[in-house]
């Protein structure tokens, strides 16, 4: 079973608050989300494999270890997951990039598919999916349908703020998925927002509504 790990570090919890915060304007918002995608990116990538190797420091040869090479790839779900796409590209800059576009219908709360555009070895990468907010865990579920339609196996996925529903959907579809999350709020409201959450996290990035 997908494990869940919630991110506890000292500065993104700061962060995270400051985002919630509905007196936080776009600019900071997208400042801040970029910052809080690149710490828990720090996290995520935890346990990626080393190797040994030698390099030649001004003193002398030392031994020394590098990342063993291993392929990695962000898949950021439009529109709010494109607000940590850099932030986790600052620390893995030769990770590819593939894109999900999805909204979620406001009377369904089923997600809709409108753009996918994925690197083609896919199947051959570890793969980061992102997004600031798991509500329903519907947008999400479809994501990693896509992304193992297309042959992918090693996925993780990334969000800011989880809903229990959520949490439970991606574990009961996707069970061999760990999750990570600064967050687990309290439940959804009727409107499937996330309550307390920070609103809607697209809106709150692009100043739209
Ligand atoms: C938001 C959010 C997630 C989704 C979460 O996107 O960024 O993708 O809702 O809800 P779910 O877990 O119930 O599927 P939204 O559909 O508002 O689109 P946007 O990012 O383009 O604003
Ligand atoms: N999408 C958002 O942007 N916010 C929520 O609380 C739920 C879904």
Same mark, same amino acid.
């Given at each position: 079973?997908?494990?869940?790990? =919630?991110?506890?570090?000292? @500065?993104?919890?700061?962060?995270?608050?400051?985002?919630?915060?509905?007196?936080?304007?776009?600019?900071?918002? $997208?400042?801040?989300?970029?910052?809080?995608?690149? @710490?828990?990116?720090?996290?995520?990538? $935890?346990?990626?494999?080393?190797?040994?190797? =030698?390099?030649?420091?001004?003193?002398?040869?030392?031994?020394?270890?590098?990342? *063993?090479? $291993?392929? @990695?790839?962000?898949?950021?779900?439009?529109?709010?997951? @494109?607000?940590?796409?850099?932030?986790?590209?600052?620390?893995?800059?030769? *990770?590819?990039?593939?894109?999900?576009?999805?909204?979620?219908?406001?009377?369904?709360?089923?997600?809709?598919?409108?753009?996918?555009?994925?690197?083609?070895?896919?199947?051959? $990468?570890?793969?980061?999916?992102?997004?600031?907010?798991?509500?329903?865990?519907?947008?999400?579920?479809? &994501?990693?349908?896509?992304?193992?339609?297309?042959? &992918?196996?090693?996925?993780?996925?990334?969000?800011?703020?989880?809903?229990?529903?959520?949490?439970?959907?991606?574990?009961?579809?996707?069970?061999?998925?760990?999750?990570?999350?600064? *967050?687990?709020?309290?439940?959804?409201?009727?409107?499937?927002?996330?309550?307390?959450?920070?609103?809607?996290?697209?809106?709150?990035?692009?100043?739209?509504?």
């Amino acid at each position: 079973m997908g494990r869940v790990y =919630v991110l506890d570090h000292p @500065l993104i919890q700061h962060k995270l608050t400051l985002i919630r915060d509905r007196r936080t304007g776009p600019k900071e918002f $997208r400042e801040l989300l970029e910052e809080v995608a690149m @710490l828990m990116a720090y996290e995520i990538t $935890r346990d990626l494999p080393l190797e040994e190797t =030698v390099v030649e420091t001004p003193v002398a040869p030392a031994k020394a270890k590098v990342l *063993a090479g $291993r392929k @990695l790839g962000v898949i950021p779900i439009l529109r709010a997951g @494109l607000g940590m796409v850099e932030g986790v590209l600052k620390l893995i800059p030769a *990770a590819k990039v593939g894109h999900i576009g999805l909204y979620r219908d406001p009377e369904t709360l089923r997600p809709v598919e409108y753009y996918c555009k994925l690197p083609t070895d896919v199947e051959e $990468r570890e793969l980061i999916v992102i997004d600031p907010m798991l509500a329903t865990g519907g947008s999400a579920a479809a &994501a990693i349908d896509f992304l193992k339609e297309r042959g &992918a196996r090693q996925i993780k996925l990334m969000c800011l703020i989880a809903a229990p529903e959520g949490i439970g959907r991606v574990r009961e579809r996707h069970p061999d998925v760990d999750l990570y999350t600064a *967050a687990v709020d309290e439940r959804l409201n009727d409107h499937g927002y996330i309550v307390p959450g920070l609103g809607d996290a697209g809106d709150r990035l692009y100043g739209t509504k």
